[in-house]
């Protein structure tokens, strides 16, 4: 891979938690090659600081479970680069057991704050930074675990759940101001954190996506222009937003006035 200098004025500029490996790493290649500066943000320095060099970047080493973390990450890129322009909340760790009943109380603290804190501290430390700009783009990646349920993982289910109904609320509250939200919801991917279950997905011959197809769907996605998407992205398929059904309103069709939120 080539890295890619970027630093021209005007240049755009990113910040990828969980930039270090997978799904992040391809992100922060693609963005690279597109022109943009990149913060890599990640709780592995050793990789993380690789994947920053690699692309003429920067690294902070980020626990995005911290929202004070997450400030220093875009501050960063604000002092570095000037600005912020897009975000990708990309950090996350499967629970690692289907047992809600025997599940270990800190591994699932850990995974609700990866997954879920890790989003919203992201978006409270980025809206700010993009609003300065004018207008920006926030992308999470959910998985097709926020969109249908996952047995094996239930607390992965819930968190990525949340981060779809996360992002689509955040979006309408942010249209306004020129700041587009989606989230990303690849199937299985090939990368170090199904690490374990790559050899018996092969044995199956069950298609894995690459990081790579997952990182063209977020690039498709961040330049789509639409907000409040949940973008599926499936091997053999090109990425598409998923069309929620409406849910069943009161009868008559009245919606809640505005009002009662507001006053
Ligand atoms: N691989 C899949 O099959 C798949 C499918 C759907 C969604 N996803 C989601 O994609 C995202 C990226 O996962 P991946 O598959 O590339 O996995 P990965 O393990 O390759 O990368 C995850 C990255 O997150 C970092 N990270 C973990 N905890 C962190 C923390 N507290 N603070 C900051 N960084 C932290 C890791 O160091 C790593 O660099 C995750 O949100 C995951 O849930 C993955």
């Not at 499967?94 to 025997?102: K, P, R």
């Not at 997954?115 to 501290?121: E, R």
């Not at 942010?174 to 919801?185: A, D």
């Amino acid at each position: 891979m080539t890295a890619v200098a970027g630093g021209a004025a005007g240049s755009r500029v990113a910040l990828v938690t969980g930039g270090a490996s997978g799904i992040g790493l391809a992100v922060v290649r693609r963005l690279a090659v597109e022109g943009y500066r990149v913060v890599v943000a990640d709780l592995d320095e050793t990789a993380g600081e690789a994947a920053a060099a690699e692309v003429d970047g920067r690294f902070q080493r980020t626990d995005v479970r911290d929202p004070e973390a997450s400030l220093a990450a875009v501050s960063l890129a604000e002092k570095a680069y000037g600005g912020l322009d897009l975000i990708f909340l990309n950090a996350g760790v499967t629970t690692g057991t289907a047992h809600v009943e025997t599940m270990d109380i800190a591994a699932y603290r850990t995974a609700m704050g990866v997954n879920l804190d890790g989003v919203i501290f992201g978006a409270r430390a980025a809206i700010p930074a993009l609003r300065r700009r004018g207008g920006g783009t926030i992308l999470a990646t959910a998985s097709l675990a926020g969109l249908t349920p996952m047995p094996h993982d239930p607390v992965y289910t819930a968190n990525k759940h949340a981060v779809v109904g996360f992002t689509r609320a955040l979006a309408q509250q942010l249209e306004p101001e020129g700041i587009t939200v989606s989230c990303i919801c690849p199937g299985f991917a090939e990368t170090p954190l199904i690490g374990a279950e790559v050899a018996r997905f092969r044995t199956a011959e069950f298609p894995l996506l690459t990081a790579n197809e997952v990182a063209d769907a977020v690039l498709v996605a961040a330049h789509s222009g639409g907000t409040g998407e949940a973008w599926v992205v499936q091997p053999g398929r090109q990425p598409q937003p998923y069309r929620f059904r409406g849910v069943p309103g009161v009868a008559g069709g009245q919606a809640p006035p505005e009002e009662i939120f507001t006053g």
